[in-house]
């Protein structure tokens, strides 16, 4: 079995396959013997999981989610690497490799394909260039998942983890409050990947709730309120929420009054059951 955060054995594995690292699918390996193990354990999964990941790279964590999982299907879009996979690979029978790219694949079918009732998680080192739409799409399509445990940026990570109502909170960090109980686990340094990246990273866990905490009569609607709402930051909610939405000002300023808000109250400051709250009052007199 191979040692596949020692830097001497990734180069020697990446150049006999000819392999290159692309800027563009934001390639970076992690070379960190820690960091894969911690992952995998912190995720939640047991011997009767199965696991979804998400960009295998030469497979350093597809290894440890293997050795704790019943099954892992790993999507992975650089066809470059599946020889590499094949050969990183190849102690597990419990692993296998869909060459496709994540926003394009059926993943509620491939669930019920691939994992026949076994309780199922994703586990990603996720590339940044692609982190909101993975997640945002993993959550919305409301997948028979437990739990999604991802590295992201930190900087994200913060986002995705603040409290909604926080300076940090954005629209993903309602959605993801919405669907899931966010807990960062731990830190990544830069210098834990190779190449190494320009900024520091985080792993995260999201615990994807049953039902969400609030509930809201117009889902739709009350995202494309938030959406409106934290579009425009600098703005009074009112402002950006009319602006974004094409509500007229003067129902927007209503809807915030019969709510109870100061008529200047800014967007990062309502928290989670105060947006519902307004998002309803917003229905209620278009």
Same mark, same amino acid.
């Given at each position: ?8 054995? +990734? ?18 390996? /992690? ?7 911690? *992952? %995998? ?10 696991? +979804?990941? +998400? ?8 290894? =440890? ?17 599946? &020889? ?12 296998? @490799? ?37 997640? *945002? ?7 028979? @998942? ?35 109980? %966010? ?24 615990? @994807?709730?049953?039902? &969400?905490? /609030? ?35 003067? +129902?927007? /300023?209503? %809807? ?17 059951? =105060? ?12």
């Amino acid at each position: 079995m191979y040692n596949l955060t020692d830097i001497g054995t +990734i180069k020697d594995i990446l150049s006999r396959h000819g392999f290159h690292f692309s800027k563009a699918l934001g390639q970076n390996f /992690i070379v960190n013997p820690s960091v894969c193990p911690r *992952m %995998a354990q912190e995720s939640g999964i047991d011997g009767e999981s199965g696991v +979804i990941e +998400i960009g295998a790279g030469i497979g350093v964590l597809t290894a =440890e989610l293997a050795k704790r999982a019943k099954k892992v299907v790993c999507i992975e879009l650089d066809s470059k690497l599946l &020889p590499i996979l094949d050969e990183t690979l190849a102690d597990f029978d419990n692993v296998e @490799i869909i060459n496709q790219d994540v926003l394009k694949t059926d993943l509620a079918a491939l669930i019920e394909e691939k994992f026949g009732g076994m309780p199922v998680y994703v586990c990603a080192n996720l590339p940044y260039y692609i982190t909101s739409p993975v997640i *945002m799409t993993l959550l919305e399509s409301r997948l028979p @998942i437990e739990a999604v445990t991802v590295m992201v940026q930190r900087e994200a990570a913060q986002r995705l983890c603040a409290p909604v109502g926080s300076r940090n909170a954005g629209a993903v960090t309602v959605a993801v409050n919405y669907y899931s109980e %966010a807990e960062k686990l731990f830190d990544v340094s830069a210098g834990s990947f190779m190449p190494a990246p320009k900024v520091d990273s985080c792993v995260i866990r999201m615990n @994807i709730r049953k039902e &969400p905490e /609030i509930k809201i009569s117009d889902e739709a609607m009350f995202f494309k309120m938030v959406r409106a709402a934290f579009g425009q930051r600098r703005k009074t909610a009112s402002n950006s929420i009319s602006s974004g939405m094409g509500v007229p000002k003067e +129902i927007v /300023i209503k %809807a915030i009054e019969e709510c109870g808000f100061p008529p200047s109250v800014r967007t990062e400051s309502l928290k989670m059951d =105060e947006l519902a709250l307004l998002s309803e009052k917003i229905c209620s007199l278009l």
